[in-house]
Nanobody
């Protein structure tokens, strides 16, 4: 189960930090990250981080957003700086677990981020 927090309403240029913790798993997630879905659009990748620390970002957020993970807590963070109105969306936490006998994708419930003056 993924529990996300940290969304809200901010003005352009401001910052927000999202957090997402995975509970109920005895294993460290192989990949954790964030997707977002704006009104009328499909869900799209924002950023991911592997348990080894490798990160991946959407072009639109490079240089503004930073994704990081805490393996011991099975938690992922998204620091969002210089927010723009185009960043307004529901942000979904994502996790991917790979084991020798199975793999599974987990999704959080979504947290609203609104950037507006």
């Amino acid at each position: 189960q993924l529990q996300a927090s940290g969304g809200g309403l901010v003005q352009p240029g401001e910052s927000l930090r999202l957090s997402c913790a995975a509970s109920g798993s005895a294993f460290t997630m192989n990949i954790m990250g964030w997707y977002r879905q704006a009104p009328g659009k499909q869900r799209a990748l924002v950023a991911t981080v592997t348990s080894g620390g490798h990160t991946n970002y959407a072009e639109s957020v490079k240089g503004r957003f930073t994704v990081s993970g805490d393996n011991a807590k099975n938690t992922v963070y998204l620091q969002m700086n210089s927010l723009e109105p185009e960043d307004t969306a529901v942000y979904y936490c994502y996790a991917y677990l790979v084991r020798p006998d199975f793999s599974r994708v987990y999704w959080g419930q979504g947290t609203q981020v609104t950037v507006s003056s």
